[in-house]
């Protein structure tokens, strides 16, 4: 006779993995109503004056191999958090809760019980509710060994909180929040670095990023391994200084495919590139891969991970460590093709 | 000069793609505010009395696989949005808002738009905004050609209309609503089935799916492939005609993985299989791929997609067309080891 595990999918390990979670799992928000077990999560509707809900979803990309082949799978479950923290707040949000998506061909315990619980942890640390989520087992769909997670927020805030592109005006200041690494973008690129180093080199992927590399001063691994940085403490510190009209997370596509995003249609954006340090990482990748400076910039955030567009740059920079008055609005000449321009 | 591109990632074409999307996708909901762009979608929360949300995702699991072979990636975009929306109805909720997650190792803009024009149209007419959702390009991750689509739903109900198990009680009555097939789950134990099937017939897995067969009227693939029914108006019906205590969508685990979950505790289900016809494609299953009678039914909805708790079955039988008196709920027997008693 044949059976569902035959096919490669085992619903009683998934069951059981999804009972000891529910244990681990905490509601961590006092809106939340009954525990999992439920079809829908649920959670009070926010309540005030003209509240907006803001939602995102996001996975972490080729993130997951890096993270596979380090064995650090924690990292990705704090990544998966951290970004969708931030894509809120850069709406001008907090958040308020989030779902979980872990897919994988064969379900690994292990694996499955490291990212979730990082998850959980991630969403605890920035005061959002764990109210779901969903584990595929889809043999066949993925590569031997590889997993996909991904997440999906809620977040809140009055109406009038809201950051609004059309605030924003010529000469306003940018200001710029330090990154941990690449975050979670581009990671294709950088495995394509990294093969290509070790091959240079002589040597399996794994061997090239546990090598300790004195530029970066420790392993390439390490430094590819940092988690995606939750902006939330930030964020909050930067609008309680100052006004801050609109605000840009530096993800995929990197400057020129994110930060117009926090400007109004014939607003370009001024950036002193001088006004920080690119982190060596970058700097690695771009020798060892042979990269094109426009490509960098339009790939990964270079060493800020968050842009501010605020009143006040210097009420800003004092009141979060590590934040740099990056330049300023201006109006985008006739005919520009692209809307940052490096200075 | 190493470039995005050469690491299998092109990210003008994501770009190009989600611009032409845009165009197509309407926001569906006055609640809408802004449009595509932003790092988040915004949509106003509902105000009224004590609003509670409820949030659920799920993917589509291996069903990407047959709709892959038989070049039907609408399906699967249908799919993904009703069977959300039939969870939001578990839970008592109506569909707010929609955000997909669609990945591949590479990005085909056939399969992409094929897949997500479908989710669009779903939301579309299932009264559900389209506010967001990701595109992720993941080379390595995938299997060739094979792709991933996911769906994350926020509902929203008054808290008083939310569905609770804790109110049923033993004697309540059971109502049945036909389902079109396997919906979305145990696919794989499906395909296994047909790959077996191929063998033996000596042909080829889409030739298989392709043949007529008379006990289907019809082929097996289009059996396999019909979409996962949205319950929303047929629960708008029910919940007109008779008090709707609890409810359970028929998903992955089948009959003894859900059903108990629009139980109690100490509360058990008594089902009269008389009640309905089990459909051929379930018996064909079952016979091709010789499976157990409790497989079968701990795996497939085998013809009943959602079943409800109601005072009055008389009025919801006649309320929907195709509903069904199943049973009822019965004390559990000190012991039992499962929750649904089939008689």
């Known amino acids: 006779m044949t059976t569902y595990k035959d096919a490669g ?21 006092p809106e939340v109503i009954g525990g999992l077990g439920g ?23 080729t ?46 315990p292990d694996i499955f019980t490291r990212v979730v619980d990082a998850v959980a942890a991630a969403c605890a640390a920035n005061g959002c509710a764990l109210l779901g989520g969903e584990t595929a ?6 590569a031997p060994g590889a997993f996909d997670i991904v997440g999906f927020l809620v977040g809140a805030a009055e109406r009038e909180a809201l950051l609004d592109p059309a605030a924003v005006r010529d000469g306003d200041a940018l200001v710029g929040l330090p990154s ?4 979670t973008n581009g990671y294709s690129l950088a495995r394509l670095v990294v093969s290509r180093l070790a091959e240079n080199e002589g040597r399996s992927m794994v061997d090239a990023l546990r090598a300790p590399r004195p ?16 902006y939330l403490a930030d964020v909050r510190a930067l609008r309680a200084a100052t006004e801050v009209k609109a605000m840009a997370h530096l993800t995929g596509g990197g400057w020129e495919g994110n930060l117009p995003r926090a400007l109004p249609a014939g607003m370009g954006a001024q950036v002193d590139r001088g006004a920080w340090t690119v982190p060596p990482l970058f700097r690695f990748l771009a020798e060892a891969g042979r990269i094109a400076d426009e490509e960098l910039w339009d790939t990964w955030n270079m060493g800020i991970g968050m842009v501010a ?22 109006r985008l000449r006739a005919g520009a093709a692209r809307r940052v321009r490096f200075a």
């Open 215 to 230: 530029l970066l001063g420790g392993t390439l691994g390490d430094a590819l391994l940092q988690t995606h940085r939750s």
């Open 9 to 29: 999918v085992d619903a009683a390990l998934k069951a059981e993995l999804l009972k000891s979670l529910s244990g681990r799992v905490q509601a961590g928000r």
């Open 63 to 108: 993130k997951t191999e890096l993270a596979r082949m380090l064995d650090r799978y924690e990292v990705v479950g704090t990544d998966v958090v951290h970004q969708s923290v931030n894509d809120a707040l850069a709406a001008g949000a907090e958040p308020l809760f989030f779902l979980d998506y872990f897919a994988s061909g064969v379900l690994s």
């Open 137 to 142: 087992e889809m043999p066949g769909v993925f």
């Open 39 to 61: 079809f829908g999560g649920l959670f009070r509707a926010p309540t005030g004056k003209e509240m907006v809900l803001v939602a995102t979803t996001d996975g972490v990309g």
């Open 309 to 330: 567009v605020v009143s006040d740059p210097a009420a800003a920079v004092r009141a979060v460590p590590g934040a740099v008055r990056l330049g300023s609005v201006e």
């Open 180 to 183: 941990t690494g690449l975050h």
